[in-house]
């Protein structure tokens, strides 16, 4: 509340603790709420997209001693067994690819997707994408901020995905944050 900007079109800018500068003591608080919140999952490696999900996905990755892989928007010349998909950009109003490695996204693994804000869904439904073309098993989405207000956390949990969201914002209008409680 005292720190997030809002913007025109519902975008909330949180630069200095999430996204630009970064907060390490409420990223490690966060990572380990979401072990909590997954604790039953059985994850066996945490997916995230870059830039923004790899912090609090790396801390989940280090308090559940497993791997973590973020998928990439550049299509890099050297990489391997790749696998990709298309995801539209709801901040930058545009599509773009995203791929990951079969070496890495495996057939049987147990994913988590943590990113750091749920919108409309669009990244979220291209890990969908990726994890299904690995053969591997989605068993939880975490997102730092959820944004109620746009579609994306409906239609996950409409598909009887099992998302947590640490902070859900229920309206941005008139420019003015509604958390909810
Ligand atoms: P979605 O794919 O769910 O439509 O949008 C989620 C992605 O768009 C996130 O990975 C995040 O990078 C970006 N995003 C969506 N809404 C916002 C917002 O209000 N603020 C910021 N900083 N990023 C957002």
Do not use: W
């Not at 990726?130 to 207000?149: D, P, Y």
């Amino acid at each position: 509340m005292r720190d997030g900007r809002c913007f025109e079109g519902g975008i909330l800018k949180v630069d200095n603790f999430i996204n630009h500068q970064m907060d390490p003591i409420l990223m490690k608080s966060m990572a380990v709420e979401f072990v909590r919140r997954f604790a039953s999952a059985q994850v066996d490696k945490v997916v995230t997209i870059e830039a923004s999900g790899i912090a609090p996905a790396i801390l989940v990755g280090y308090l559940l001693e497993i791997p973590v892989v973020f998928a990439k928007k550049k299509v890099p010349s050297t990489m391997e067994n790749m696998l990709a998909t298309k995801v539209y950009s709801f901040t930058k109003n545009r599509e773009y690819d995203v791929c990951v490695s079969r070496d890495f996204l495996c057939e049987g693994d147990r994913v988590l997707f943590i990113d750091d804000f749920l919108a409309n869904g669009n990244a979220a439904k291209g890990i969908m994408d990726l994890v299904n073309q690995a053969g591997a098993q989605l068993v939880g989405m975490g997102f730092l901020i959820e944004k109620s207000f746009q579609k994306g956390g409906d239609m996950l949990r409409a598909q009887g995905i099992h998302v947590e969201s640490l902070a859900i914002i229920d309206s941005l209008d008139d420019c003015r944050i509604t958390l909810r409680n």
